[in-house]
């Protein structure tokens, strides 16, 4: 099941669609103004595989088709990064305590400046320290991990890139 998240507060529909398929992939959506800065920021180093959108959805919508694990790590190098650097595979162990890292690590900054993101981190951190518990199937509970992430990256994206119009730059507080 894919991740969905949006990426900035523009509410023009989205134009392009970015399409990157190398590991897993993802589709990410910008109106005329934000459309090589979405594509960017959803992770993908170019912005050459542009086409036109077919779907009606808001600017800054990223549909993520990635795994669990590779979501995961993107969280962590695109907005909440964590003070220890990846080593070797990330497995399930490895990515709750990068998890926990990044949010000791960001509390304090997340708490005084975004506080609807740190609201979304703290739920997907409980549902992280929670996988270790086998009552409930790993699967959902990884999906519900991905869409508190999700709604966590959207919070903070539109706080710290607020958009007026599409016509404006990005805009940094």
């Known amino acids: 099941m894919p991740s969905i998240r949006n990426l900035n507060a523009c509410t023009e529909l989205a134009v392009y669609k970015t399409v990157r398929l190398r590991g897993g992939g993802f589709e990410a959506f910008g109106c ?56 070797g595979e990330i497995g399930r162990r490895t990515w709750v305590h990068r998890l926990r890292s990044a949010h000791d690590y960001r509390y304090d900054v997340l ?20 996988l270790v518990d086998p009552g409930e199937r790993e699967a959902d509970l990884e999906a519900r991990v991905l869409a508190a992430m999700a709604a966590a990256e ?12 599409p016509d404006e730059p990005w805009k940094h507080p």
Not at 65 to 73: A, K, S
Not at 154 to 165: G, K, L, S
């Open 32 to 87: 005329r103004a934000h459309r090589r800065r979405v594509a960017y920021v959803a992770g993908a180093a170019s912005c050459g595989g542009m086409f036109r959108a077919t779907e009606a959805l808001q600017c800054g919508t990223v549909i993520d088709h990635r795994p669990f694990e590779r979501i995961m790590d993107a969280h962590h190098r695109g907005w909440l990064p964590d003070m220890e650097p990846p080593t």
């Open 111 to 130: 708490a005084e400046h975004y506080p609807s993101a740190l609201d979304q981190v703290d739920l997907a951190l409980a549902l992280a320290e929670s």
């Open 154 to 165: 959207t919070a903070y994206r539109r706080a710290v890139m607020p958009m007026t119009t």
